[in-house]
């Protein structure tokens, strides 16, 4: 059974910073492209960053250029979302993702995981 368990997130002041972790077992996990996404309330779920299966190449959204990092420990089945001077703007649930299609849009991946709520208090 595939499971994709978020962690890390909570509350943090704006220009805070908040890593969350996404742990994964039941695939192969260095054979699965990784996404997170976010959905604030009433809004889409939308691209935030991914990351190649093998780590070389990682895409963001333009709106968190220079603030998001994404890595992944293929050793650890983990990926990582590293979020520094956090935004009111920035408050969702983040969701991570495990897919091998084109990486900014959801239909791309085939699992998820539950979410992590990130606040950001202004």
């Known amino acids: 059974q595939v499971q994709l368990v978020e962690s890390g997130g909570g509350l943090v002041q704006a220009g805070g910073s908040l890593r969350v972790s996404c742990a994964t077992s039941?695939?192969?996990?260095?054979?699965?492209?990784m996404g997170w996404f976010r959905q604030a309330p009433g809004k889409e779920r939308d691209f935030v960053a991914a990351?190649?299966?093998?780590?070389?190449?990682?895409l963001r959204a333009d709106s968190e250029a220079g603030r998001f990092t994404i890595s992944r420990d293929n050793a650890k089945n983990t990926v990582y979302l590293q979020m520094n001077a956090l935004k009111p703007e920035d408050t969702a649930i983040y969701y991570c993702a495990a897919g091998r299609g084109y990486p900014r849009i959801r239909e791309s991946y085939d699992y998820w995981g539950q979410g992590t709520q990130v606040t950001v208090s202004s």
């Open positions: 039941g695939l192969t996990f260095r054979s699965y492209n």
């Open positions: 990351i190649s299966y093998s780590g070389g190449i990682t």
